[in-house]
């Protein structure tokens, strides 16, 4: 979630294309977080349009020339704003490699690419880049602390990232083991178990415990390796579930002093200490 | 949760209107808590009595007839107890305006309207304003201490908000991609996919584990994507389970005293302390 | 889970009936611990006889007769235990009335009864008794410390049990609304979901994420509903986890320092206080 | 997950036999590490390969023999590993019976017994054991420290073992009470749960919220068992979950550095202090 822009420390009279810069880069200031709000609310109406155009419904005159011509207005305020920004930035080539530039461009290519290529259109495929735009709505409410709070559920996450890494390796081969023991027992009786692959959504639906029920055992082995696979699933849940949760609480105690050595500037003290435990300097 | 009444600290001989008022408002006296006991009671027995009238096996004569006399007896009951609280509080505007006044009013209405308007009753539409006045419950509970159990629940949710906002945030987003990735995979062989919204309410329904098989996918494709999008539900619901935990820990351990000692100013002291536990002073 | 007899602190020589006693009632001694192993043993397969009579495959001769025989073997060995538990305790009708003489006599008293009563046998009948006698393997395991984690366990639900209810209240009136909901939306069209039970089953088996998939709405309006109540009832499971993982984690932290104060005679004192918080007397 | 070979702590120069054993089982050398990653890519493939060979699409010509070859190819190189690594070792008994060792006869011993029995191939009885081998990527791994959070999750895992063992057993009784009582419900008329283990089933598939459809409650009184079996399942869940994670918080806050401070005894420092917190000494 790079934002392209810095704070921008600076508060001398700016000129237009800085004022530019700072209304569409940053949301501190009114018309900023105006431009921001307005821009979160035209990402989420143009994803509606997208969803209400794949409706049967909505696929037949006049609704589905409407829905056509609110594309076209959404496609030419997101293709205005992506030349604004391309305009306003010092290092235009750096932002359109960023994350933020790339998505911002891959959600209006594809309309202008219907113009050229195949009149069968395909608006989902604009709702996959569409919806990561959304990730903007993190930028707005920033002043709130939000990215704060998503920065802390990123470092849980890649603190526990070795733990995380060793469970799902667990239920890789937990996966296969119990694929192939299905596989062995039902796969020449059960028709929609008759492959590995095919045994193997089996095993992930059910460890997962969502269990659709398009794929199901017919057989008393069946339905016991069944009955297993699915008290190892409820069972293993709990693992990342603890190990994330005391990463949380763990950091949660330790953060809550934010004060720093005046001489080794160290400032990972706990909130009982008195003296720094890097240096013995008094706090 | 608002309970329209105070506390009551004054215990001064009451007039007829008042000893009413402590009745039918608070839970602090025997009589009190007796008028609220048998209030749930009815309450819950009115909810009995619309869900029977909904079972076509109790649709036929006599059943129809009496259930319908008996949800008359609540009706009369329930406007008893309105217009008594109206005539007992200081400002009656201010209850009727409350949550429960309004509560309180649509659980009769809709069967005084039934006299004027269709013949066709429509009992389940009383239940759903009929359920939130078992609300009540946490009242005539609040001296077992059963509010401040909701209070410190309802804390850790707000504590948490920002970082359940970012968590619906993110999960809105998956489901968006997925849906629209499942939408251009299998929309147009799989007849129970044939649109967006068909595809969201799928991928809901799967990335919560729910997994009713109505709608199921179709393709090896289809089936990688679904096992892609369980496994990122089974490992979400994790994240959320962490947050609140550690909230909900953090509040437990430190919460309640904020008391620290005269003599070393140490303030991390168990709520039912006396003596500094670090050197012994008084606290 | 009361085990009838005490801890027994004299090790004075025995009577036959006391040696009786102590090898019966108590897990203790070697002859004692002996006789409750081989007391699940039996119990384990009497209930794994009554599962196997049930099946079609075993219901034809020769093995109803012989499962039938096995069945009357298990009663006898039952029967007799039941009645030297009886002759052995000083007080036989506590022990008659205590939740295991119940459960003891009544795993047995179903079988006496098909003597003189209908020919048609119902052996799951038993089996519900019979399961509640596994509960003796806790008593066995008492001397591994198996019974003082049930302890903490207890004392966890018991401690929360406050916010369990409001949870369990919580859960139910967002059931009867949601229900309620469903039922006006497709009470009329869809015939899974004609009568409010039915709803209520419906939404209980939605909410838990067990989504069986034999009543699924049927309308996009349905569908909302649905997914509207899946989301809650993803995020609800978090509050009771949350509330129970917060309450050990604040039981183990504390438990660890068994000292107690010699002045006052408090116990409950972190492991790293030097003075007692209650009376201010050094540890 | 022993790995037969100890750290190897001398760095004189070594003999061949040494140095392969080095390479072959130790992962502290570049070679040591290059060897073990592309241990783990063949044993990806061989996996891969028996999962592909069971697909339909691919049992016919040419992708069947060609499958076959490759999978001859796999059987050669872990032939070859298998008696490089019985050379290698000092004592080739002891490998031979270790885990690894067995896994590793296990993983091309299948592959042989087709030339001799019979014609008929039974690819997915290799994917277990083949899958086994994987557990290899954690020693791979081991420089990275995923070993020791391996330990961690085993060690929060045994800590809570009596605890899981009582939830475990309650589960168990759960369920047979649960299944027998639904037997007795519906054994008579419900097809799919006309025996015991019929109904265990159901009763595992359900308590633990999986939920396939394949076994549903026809009658009123069946929904009532199960939403209250459900509602059990879904508060169960929560009890292991504590449990676990409580357990990974204790040892996460205590467990690292037990050093204490020599000028005030304080023993409660974190891993990465250099000086008491307390005092100021030097630790």
């Given at each position: 979630m790079k934002t392209g822009g810095g704070a921008g420390g600076e508060r001398a009279p700016l000129g237009r294309r800085e004022r530019l810069h700072e209304i569409i880069f940053e949301a501190d200031t009114p018309t900023g977080k105006a431009f921001d709000v307005a821009l979160i609310v035209a990402i989420l109406a143009s994803v509606l349009v997208v969803i209400l155009s794949t409706m049967p419904e909505l696929r037949v005159e006049p609704w589905q020339g409407r829905l056509y011509a609110v594309e076209w207005v959404f496609t030419g305020l997101f293709t205005a704003e992506y030349l604004l920004r391309l305009g306003v930035v010092k290092r235009p080539i750096r932002y359109a490699r960023s994350f933020f530039g790339i998505v911002d461009l891959l959600s209006i290519l594809p309309v202008y690419l219907t113009l050229f290529l195949a009149d069968e259109s395909h608006p989902e495929a604009l709702l996959v880049v569409r919806a990561l735009r959304l990730l903007r709505v993190f930028r707005v409410l920033k002043l709130a602390r939000y990215l704060s709070?998503?920065?802390?559920?990123?470092?849980?996450?890649?603190?526990?990232?070795?733990?995380?890494?060793v469970f799902l390796t667990a239920v890789l081969i937990i996966v296969v083991i119990a694929s192939a023991t299905m596989y062995l027992a039902e796969g020449q009786t059960n028709e929609s178990l008759d492959s590995m692959p095919e045994a193997m959504y089996w095993a992930v639906i059910t460890m997962t415990t969502v269990g659709y029920g398009d794929v199901t055992p017919g057989t008393i082995t069946g339905k016991f390796i069944t009955a297993a696979l699915v008290l190892m699933g409820y069972a293993m849940i709990i693992v990342p579930t603890g190990i994330l949760s005391a990463e949380i609480t763990a950091h949660r105690g330790k953060g809550v002093s934010t004060q720093s050595c005046r001489a080794c500037m160290h400032a990972d003290h706990d909130p009982d200490a008195a003296f720094c435990k890097f240096c013995g300097e008094k706090l």
């Amino acid at each position: 979630m790079k934002t392209g822009g810095g704070a921008g420390g600076e508060r001398a009279p700016l000129g237009r294309r800085e004022r530019l810069h700072e209304i569409i880069f940053e949301a501190d200031t009114p018309t900023g977080k105006a431009f921001d709000v307005a821009l979160i609310v035209a990402i989420l109406a143009s994803v509606l349009v997208v969803i209400l155009s794949t409706m049967p419904e909505l696929r037949v005159e006049p609704w589905q020339g409407r829905l056509y011509a609110v594309e076209w207005v959404f496609t030419g305020l997101f293709t205005a704003e992506y030349l604004l920004r391309l305009g306003v930035v010092k290092r235009p080539i750096r932002y359109a490699r960023s994350f933020f530039g790339i998505v911002d461009l891959l959600s209006i290519l594809p309309v202008y690419l219907t113009l050229f290529l195949a009149d069968e259109s395909h608006p989902e495929a604009l709702l996959v880049v569409r919806a990561l735009r959304l990730l903007r709505v993190f930028r707005v409410l920033k002043l709130a602390r939000y990215l704060s709070e998503a920065t802390a559920l990123k470092r849980a996450v890649i603190v526990s990232r070795h733990k995380i890494f060793v469970f799902l390796t667990a239920v890789l081969i937990i996966v296969v083991i119990a694929s192939a023991t299905m596989y062995l027992a039902e796969g020449q009786t059960n028709e929609s178990l008759d492959s590995m692959p095919e045994a193997m959504y089996w095993a992930v639906i059910t460890m997962t415990t969502v269990g659709y029920g398009d794929v199901t055992p017919g057989t008393i082995t069946g339905k016991f390796i069944t009955a297993a696979l699915v008290l190892m699933g409820y069972a293993m849940i709990i693992v990342p579930t603890g190990i994330l949760s005391a990463e949380i609480t763990a950091h949660r105690g330790k953060g809550v002093s934010t004060q720093s050595c005046r001489a080794c500037m160290h400032a990972d003290h706990d909130p009982d200490a008195a003296f720094c435990k890097f240096c013995g300097e008094k706090l």
